[in-house]
């Protein structure tokens, strides 16, 4: 388990110099998610399953997060009008992708497993990582990736489990039961579950408005009630990402 960026320059290329390493990238966005809890869940989340998997890999370094992402949307982070929530636009996700991704296969790494923690990243990584691709093979460099988003990692009996009284889907997720149990579980001095606002899961039309209305989501910022969190579940659902991820990882890149 080791962090890509703590190693020395020396050291990091023996490491990756035979293009046998695994480098892990997670991808995460600086997003209000509820009075109850830090801005930094959609970083915190993938970087902490990244090096639970790296830890199951032989030779897996976790680059450092890429820690802004694409602007949140009303029906999936709450919008991009609240204080806190920092975004940046898809060109610049795309072009941090694409850099990072070259950079490090400039290295000799050839093996990548991208770690996505926000929804909102998903098609501008496809990009950057096409970008990415095409431009290494114009350098004679051909490089495997592996992208994810954590939670489709999680099972019907993990979902059972932690969703009791029923699950509405990832989308409405956004601060509630998921993010707040695998914070609890990882960062507990960064949740206080006493300011958590409980209330019914967020329903939204089946389009979008712009400019985006603030009325269509929950004043405090969530989309669903954290009330059901735990640590406990949150320690289920991180082995769950953790086991599932590596398997992954084995079956596709060796
Ligand atoms: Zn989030």
């Known amino acids: 388990m080791t962090k890509l960026a703590n190693l ?36 915190l989340i993938p970087e902490a399953i990244s090096l639970g998997v790296s830890a199951g890999l ?12 694409y602007k949140s949307q009303v029906k999936s982070g709450g919008g991009n009008f609240f204080p806190g929530t920092t975004c940046i636009n898809g060109k610049t996700l795309i072009d941090t992708i694409k850099d990072v991704v070259v950079a490090l ?21 496809v990009e950057g990582i096409d970008l990415a ?7 004679g460099i ?6 994810l988003s954590y939670w489709d990692f999680v099972n019907k009996d993990t979902i059972a489990t932690v969703f009791p009284d029923g699950f509405t889907g990832w989308d409405v997720e ?11 579980h ?22 979008d408005i712009f400019p985006s209305d603030p009325s269509w989501v929950p004043a405090c910022g969530t989309l ?7 640590a406990q579940h949150g320690k289920l659902l991180f082995d769950v990402c953790v086991n599932g991820i590596t398997q992954s990882v084995r079956s596709e890149l060796g």
């Open 174 to 184: 956004h601060g509630g039961v998921l993010e707040t149990s695998l914070m609890l």
């Open 133 to 139: 691709l095409e431009h290494l093979r114009h350098e």
């Open 8 to 43: 020395d320059w020396k050291t990091y290329e023996k490491r990756v110099s035979d293009g046998d390493a695994v480098i892990l990238l997670p991808i995460g966005a600086i997003e209000q998610h509820g009075p109850h809890m830090s801005m930094n869940p959609d970083v």
């Open 105 to 125: 296969a400039r290295h000799g790494n050839r093996r990548f497993v991208l770690v996505n923690g926000h929804f909102e990243n998903s098609m501008f990584i």
């Open 58 to 69: 032989d030779n897996a370094l976790v680059a450092p997060p890429i820690a802004y992402g």
């Open 186 to 207: 990882l960062h507990p001095d960064l949740v206080n579950l006493d300011k958590a606002v409980d209330h019914p899961p967020a329903t939204f039309p089946p389009y």
């Open 142 to 147: 051909d490089a495997r990736i592996l992208l």
């Open 224 to 230: 669903s009630s954290a009330r059901n969190a735990s």
